[in-house]
């Protein structure tokens, strides 16, 4: 009688480790698609990444250069605006001067024609 209840156990035995077997199987053959099919949508995305990549850094550059632009002529626009500001300031400066210097010399003069009466 134990050798009948020894095989028993041993077939108990050897079937739970089949089914355990097939079990683990099935876990790893869900494992490897599930990862095979990562790996192809990962190189979907790094080939999505690398065709769009480029033409937006284009993009972004041109745009960089046509700001760069616009912000090197308004520097040059102000520079002109300061420089003209600065030659109308230097003339208005020398008129004014000249201005109050004629005027200057016209009192003096008319002080001393009236002075020069009494």
Known sequence: MSVEISEAVL?????SLVAMGVIVLGFLA???YDCSKLARNINKTTD????????TLDEVNKALK?????VQNTSDGVGNVKLG???VLTKTKI???NLM???LKGFIAIYNLFGKKK
């Open 30 to 32: 869900k494992l490897i």
């Open 95 to 97: 008129f004014s001067g």
């Open 66 to 70: 046509s700001f760069n632009n616009i």
């Open 48 to 55: 999505i990444v690398n065709n769009e990549l480029k033409p």
């Open 11 to 15: 077939n108990y035995s050897l079937v």
């Open 85 to 87: 500001l600065e030659n």
């Open 101 to 103: 210097n004629g005027f």
